[in-house]
């Protein structure tokens, strides 16, 4: 059974930070894509950051130089780095793991960057 758990989401004022964790199992880790997506009120769901198996990774023009995604092979978990964060951060983050056809969603973590 394969699952996705999404931890670290929080209440932060603007410009604090978070870490949100993404810890997998029932998949071979090692050898996925794994991104980070978000979803905010009335909005389609975006990509926020991707890394792939061999560490190459990608950002959403609104977050390049403040977030960072990163990954633990042997924890099977993926990380996201987020700093000076902005309200129009806010919004459910989704981990997410790929492997050609096969494609799998976590629960989602609720990140509300409010004062």
């Known amino acids: 059974q394969v699952q996705l758990v999404e931890s670290g989401g929080d209440l932060v004022q603007p410009g604090g930070s978070l870490r949100l964790s993404c810890a997998a199992s029932g998949i071979a880790f090692r050898v996925y894509a794994m991104g980070w997506y978000r979803q905010a009120p009335g909005k389609q769901r975006e990509l926020v950051a991707a890394?792939?198996?061999?560490?190459?990774?990608n950002y959403a023009e609104s977050v390049k130089g403040r977030f960072t995604i990163s990954r633990d092979n042997a924890k099977a978990t993926v990380y996201l780095q987020m700093n000076r964060l902005k309200t129009e951060d806010t919004a459910v983050y989704y981990c997410?793991?790929?492997?050609?056809?096969?494609?799998?969603w976590g629960q989602g973590t609720q990140v509300t960057v409010s004062s």
């Open positions: 997410n793991g790929a492997l050609g056809i096969k494609n799998y």
């Open positions: 890394i792939t198996s061999g560490d190459s990774t």
